[in-house]
Nanobody
C-alpha cells in the first residue's frame, strides 16, 4: 500500500508564499519507476469537488489551472520520490485543502494539506 505524505501547508498572508511537498511514506519506488509516473496537485475548498491545480508528467511537461498560472510551479525530484508545489503571490481564494496525486494503476491520493491565505 502506497501512502503519500504532504507537508508545507499553513497560514500565510495574501501575497506570501508556501511550498508544498509530497513524498511516499517509504521508498517503495525505484527512481526510474517513480520518474515514470505522472504527478499532480488538486485542491478542495469547501465543496465536494476537487479541482485541478497543476501536473507534471514523466518527461517534465507541466500544466496548470488558469487561476494559478504564473504564480505556482510544480516540480519533482525523482531521486527522493517527491513532488513539490511552489506557491507564490498567494490570494485568499487559494485557501483550500491541497491533495497530491500519483498517477498510474492504481493511482493514489495524499491525505491533504491545509493552506489558508488571509487577506
Amino acid at each position: 500500500q502506497v501512502q503519500l505524505v504532504e507537508s508545507g501547508g499553513g497560514l500565510v498572508q495574501a501575497g506570501g508564499s508556501l511550498r508544498l511537498s509530497c513524498t511516499t511514506s517509504r521508498r517503495i519506488f525505484a527512481e526510474n519507476i517513480f520518474a515514470s509516473k505522472p504527478m499532480a496537485w488538486y485542491r478542495q475548498a469547501g465543496g465536494p469537488q476537487r479541482s485541478f491545480v497543476a501536473r507534471i508528467d514523466s518527461g517534465g511537461y507541466t500544466d496548470y489551472a488558469d487561476s494559478v498560472k504564473g504564480r505556482f510551479t510544480i516540480s519533482r525530484d525523482n531521486s527522493q520520490s517527491t513532488v513539490y508545489l511552489q506557491m507564490n503571490s498567494l490570494k485568499p481564494e487559494d485557501t483550500a485543502v491541497y491533495y497530491c496525486y500519483l498517477g498510474g494503476t492504481p493511482a493514489y491520493w495524499g491525505q491533504g494539506a491545509q493552506v489558508t491565505v488571509s487577506s
